[in-house]
């Protein structure tokens, strides 16, 4: 079993419309938890850190529930620009440098 | 600021030859990660070093991978006698500190390399 699963879409989305994805993680030690973007053909980058309480920034709103073991983003008002690849990622409980990723949520958004 | 680069950005070897990547991380950090990335799938950790120190290599897939960072700055990763399953996007990151939370990772623009 992968040690972060995430459902690959595609989510294909109107501008304008609202989003969300989960990813699960394996690991119930798990510590520090990311989502990064990739666009196509570009590095990873990262896109906000995921705080227990829930944490948001402007329009991304990211959840953490740890008794399922699950991240979720949540996307409002879909720019054509959010169209990416988005990448959940998890650090390892016994380091604190190595990260788990998934293998990527991707959303198009349409004009 | 100058991010983090690597070179060859593309790179395409015939079954058996050898290859060596190069990575240039942001001046001054301590963290250096390599990570491969098939199609279609997140990166995955090979290795990771503290400054010149090779903490961290359980993600290399055999023992034809091999990583160096002599003097703390760059690195270079070495594949010999490439295989076609070796064909990937190979990532370098690198990160100010040596531990802290939510310590961001800055990855470079990967090499994309094709073993035919």
């Known amino acids: 079993r992968k040690e972060v699963e995430q459902d690959p879409g595609p989510f294909n989305v109107p501008e304008g419309a609202t989003v969300a994805f989960n990813c699960t993680y394996s690991?119930?030690?798990?510590?520090?938890f990311f989502w990064y973007r990739q666009d196509c053909r570009k590095e990873p980058k990262l896109l906000m850190s995921?705080?227990?309480s829930g944490n948001e920034d402007g329009r991304f709103t990211a959840q953490l529930n740890r008794a399922s073991q699950y991240i979720s983003l949540l996307i409002r008002d879909s720019k054509l620009s959010d169209s990416a690849t988005y990448l959940c990622?998890?650090?390892?409980?016994?380091?604190?440098?190595?990260?788990?990723f998934g293998a990527g949520t991707t959303v198009t958004v349409r004009a | 600021g100058a991010g983090v680069s690597q070179s060859p950005r593309y790179k395409v070897a015939k079954r058996g030859q050898d290859v060596a990547l190069r990575c240039d991380p942001i001046?001054?950090?301590?963290?250096l990660f390599w990570y491969q990335q098939a199609l279609g799938q997140g990166p995955e950790f090979l290795t990771y070093?503290?400054?010149?120190?090779?903490?961290?290599k359980s993600g290399l897939p055999s023992d034809r991978f091999f990583a160096e960072r002599p003097e703390g700055s760059v690195s270079t990763l070495k594949i010999q006698r490439t295989q076609q399953e070796d064909s990937a996007v190979y990532l370098c990151?690198?990160?100010?500190?040596?531990?802290?939370?939510?310590?961001?990772?800055?990855f470079g623009p990967g090499t994309r390399l094709t073993v035919l």
């Open positions: 990151a690198s990160s100010p500190h040596i531990s802290a939370d939510h310590n961001e990772q800055f």
């Open positions: 995921v705080y227990s």
């Open positions: 690991n119930s030690a798990s510590q520090s």
């Open positions: 001046s001054g950090h301590v963290s």
């Open positions: 070093f503290q400054n010149e120190a090779q903490l961290d």
């Open positions: 990622v998890v650090r390892a409980p016994s380091n604190d440098y190595k990260l788990s």
